[in-house]
Protein backbone atom coordinates (compact mmCIF):
# COMPACT_ATOMS: atom_id res chain seq x y z
CA UNK A 1 0.00 0.00 0.00
CA UNK A 2 2.97 2.53 0.74
CA UNK A 3 4.12 1.93 -3.10
CA UNK A 4 0.91 3.26 -4.35
CA UNK A 5 1.05 6.49 -1.80
CA UNK A 6 4.47 6.92 -3.23
CA UNK A 7 3.11 7.30 -6.82
CA UNK A 8 0.19 9.53 -5.62
CA UNK A 9 3.08 11.61 -4.12
CA UNK A 10 5.28 11.70 -7.02
CA UNK A 11 1.93 12.60 -9.21
CA UNK A 12 1.06 15.47 -7.01
CA UNK A 13 4.55 16.68 -7.76
CA UNK A 14 4.20 16.60 -10.99
CA UNK A 15 1.05 18.68 -11.07
CA UNK A 16 1.96 20.91 -8.71
CA UNK A 17 5.21 21.75 -10.89
CA UNK A 18 2.95 21.34 -13.89
CA UNK A 19 0.30 24.12 -12.08
CA UNK A 20 3.31 26.65 -11.09
CA UNK A 21 4.35 27.14 -14.21
CA UNK A 22 0.62 28.18 -15.31
CA UNK A 23 1.43 31.04 -12.79
CA UNK A 24 3.20 33.43 -15.00
CA UNK A 25 0.50 33.01 -17.90
CA UNK A 26 -2.37 33.52 -15.65
CA UNK A 27 -0.55 36.68 -14.16
CA UNK A 28 -0.15 37.99 -17.09
CA UNK A 29 -3.87 37.74 -18.53
CA UNK A 30 -4.56 39.49 -15.07
CA UNK A 31 -2.25 42.23 -15.31
CA UNK A 32 -3.15 43.07 -19.24
CA UNK A 33 -6.88 42.97 -18.07
CA UNK A 34 -6.76 45.25 -15.09
CA UNK A 35 -4.46 47.57 -16.26
CA UNK A 36 -5.32 51.17 -16.73
CA UNK A 37 -2.40 52.26 -19.06
CA UNK A 38 -2.83 49.11 -21.48
CA UNK A 39 -6.96 50.17 -22.02
CA UNK A 40 -6.29 53.59 -22.46
CA UNK A 41 -3.73 53.11 -25.20
CA UNK A 42 -5.68 50.06 -27.04
CA UNK A 43 -9.09 50.50 -29.77
CA UNK A 44 -12.41 50.49 -28.01
CA UNK A 45 -13.00 46.76 -29.29
CA UNK A 46 -9.74 45.70 -27.71
CA UNK A 47 -10.45 47.19 -24.38
CA UNK A 48 -13.28 44.58 -23.74
CA UNK A 49 -11.24 41.90 -25.10
CA UNK A 50 -8.11 42.92 -22.53
CA UNK A 51 -10.84 43.55 -19.66
CA UNK A 52 -12.49 40.09 -20.76
CA UNK A 53 -8.84 38.26 -20.50
CA UNK A 54 -8.24 39.98 -17.01
CA UNK A 55 -11.19 38.25 -15.89
CA UNK A 56 -9.40 34.91 -17.18
CA UNK A 57 -6.80 35.47 -15.93
CA UNK A 58 -8.32 35.89 -12.29
CA UNK A 59 -10.06 32.88 -12.97
CA UNK A 60 -7.07 31.09 -13.65
CA UNK A 61 -5.60 32.14 -10.45
CA UNK A 62 -8.33 30.59 -8.74
CA UNK A 63 -8.01 27.66 -10.41
CA UNK A 64 -4.83 27.14 -9.99
CA UNK A 65 -5.23 27.44 -6.29
CA UNK A 66 -8.46 24.94 -6.31
CA UNK A 67 -5.92 22.52 -7.88
CA UNK A 68 -3.02 22.86 -5.68
CA UNK A 69 -5.43 22.63 -2.57
CA UNK A 70 -6.78 19.61 -3.74
CA UNK A 71 -3.99 18.01 -4.59
CA UNK A 72 -2.14 18.53 -1.32
CA UNK A 73 -5.05 17.05 0.54
CA UNK A 74 -6.37 14.56 -1.46
CA UNK A 75 -4.84 13.38 -4.37
CA UNK A 76 -1.80 12.64 -2.53
CA UNK A 77 -3.76 10.81 -0.10
CA UNK A 78 -5.41 9.09 -2.93
CA UNK A 79 -8.93 9.98 -2.22
CA UNK A 80 -10.84 9.12 -5.65
CA UNK A 81 -12.98 11.95 -5.78
CA UNK A 82 -9.69 14.29 -5.80
CA UNK A 83 -8.62 12.86 -9.29
CA UNK A 84 -11.94 13.50 -10.47
CA UNK A 85 -11.48 16.89 -9.47
CA UNK A 86 -7.77 17.19 -11.01
CA UNK A 87 -9.20 15.82 -14.27
CA UNK A 88 -11.34 17.93 -14.47
CA UNK A 89 -9.22 20.92 -13.80
CA UNK A 90 -6.84 19.41 -16.36
CA UNK A 91 -8.88 18.99 -19.30
CA UNK A 92 -11.90 21.49 -19.05
CA UNK A 93 -9.73 24.10 -17.67
CA UNK A 94 -6.18 23.73 -18.65
CA UNK A 95 -6.21 22.34 -21.79
CA UNK A 96 -8.55 24.29 -24.04
CA UNK A 97 -7.25 27.48 -22.18
CA UNK A 98 -3.78 27.48 -22.76
CA UNK A 99 -2.96 24.21 -24.99
CA UNK A 100 -5.51 23.87 -27.23
CA UNK A 101 -4.48 26.71 -29.39
CA UNK A 102 -0.81 25.71 -29.69
CA UNK A 103 -1.94 22.43 -31.66
CA UNK A 104 -2.03 24.59 -35.43
CA UNK A 105 1.41 25.14 -34.60
CA UNK A 106 2.17 21.60 -34.47
CA UNK A 107 -0.04 21.29 -37.85
CA UNK A 108 1.51 23.30 -39.69
CA UNK A 109 5.29 22.63 -39.98
CA UNK A 110 6.72 19.50 -39.69
CA UNK A 111 8.93 18.19 -35.88
CA UNK A 112 12.32 18.32 -36.95
CA UNK A 113 11.54 22.14 -37.82
CA UNK A 114 9.99 22.33 -34.83
CA UNK A 115 12.69 21.67 -32.56
CA UNK A 116 15.06 23.39 -34.85
CA UNK A 117 13.20 26.62 -34.44
CA UNK A 118 12.38 26.38 -30.87
CA UNK A 119 16.05 25.39 -30.11
CA UNK A 120 17.59 29.02 -31.87
CA UNK A 121 15.85 31.43 -29.60
CA UNK A 122 12.20 32.62 -27.94
CA UNK A 123 9.44 32.50 -30.38
CA UNK A 124 6.08 30.56 -30.98
CA UNK A 125 7.51 27.28 -31.93
CA UNK A 126 9.73 27.11 -28.08
CA UNK A 127 6.62 28.06 -26.47
CA UNK A 128 4.53 25.70 -27.97
CA UNK A 129 7.36 23.22 -26.96
CA UNK A 130 6.58 24.61 -23.03
CA UNK A 131 3.28 24.17 -23.21
CA UNK A 132 3.15 20.58 -24.43
CA UNK A 133 5.55 19.75 -21.69
CA UNK A 134 3.22 21.12 -19.15
CA UNK A 135 0.42 19.37 -20.70
CA UNK A 136 2.22 16.13 -21.04
CA UNK A 137 3.41 16.51 -17.17
CA UNK A 138 0.21 16.93 -16.36
CA UNK A 139 -1.21 14.02 -18.44
CA UNK A 140 1.22 11.99 -16.89
CA UNK A 141 0.22 12.70 -13.33
CA UNK A 142 -3.24 11.78 -13.56
CA UNK A 143 -2.41 8.60 -15.60
CA UNK A 144 0.41 7.51 -13.04
CA UNK A 145 -1.61 6.94 -9.89
CA UNK A 146 -4.99 4.78 -11.54
CA UNK A 147 -3.75 2.07 -10.09
CA UNK A 148 -3.80 3.82 -6.07
CA UNK A 149 -7.16 5.56 -6.82
CA UNK A 150 -9.18 2.79 -8.85
CA UNK A 151 -7.67 -0.42 -8.17
CA UNK A 152 -6.55 -0.66 -4.05
CA UNK A 153 -7.88 -4.49 -3.74
CA UNK A 154 -5.14 -6.90 -3.42
CA UNK A 155 -2.70 -7.03 -5.93
CA UNK A 156 -0.10 -10.31 -7.02
CA UNK A 157 2.65 -10.22 -4.65
CA UNK A 158 1.30 -7.96 -1.93
CA UNK A 159 1.65 -9.70 1.67
CA UNK A 160 -0.75 -10.50 4.14
CA UNK A 161 0.21 -10.39 7.54
CA UNK A 162 -1.73 -12.74 9.86
CA UNK A 163 -2.90 -12.26 13.61
CA UNK A 164 -2.55 -15.87 15.73
CA UNK A 165 -5.54 -17.99 15.37
CA UNK A 166 -6.78 -16.52 12.12
CA UNK A 167 -6.43 -18.58 9.00
CA UNK A 168 -6.71 -18.11 5.20
CA UNK A 169 -8.90 -19.19 2.34
Do not use: N
Amino acid sequence: MRIYRDVAFVSGVLLTIALLSLVPLSQQAFFAGHSRSVHEDADPCCQTELYAWGHVGEASIAFILIGLIVTWTGYVKAVRSAWFIMLIIVWIWAYPLFFKGIIPVFRSSPLSELISDALKGPGIYRTSLYMVARFASMVIALLLPIRSFFFRGKTPGSSVTLTPGTTTK
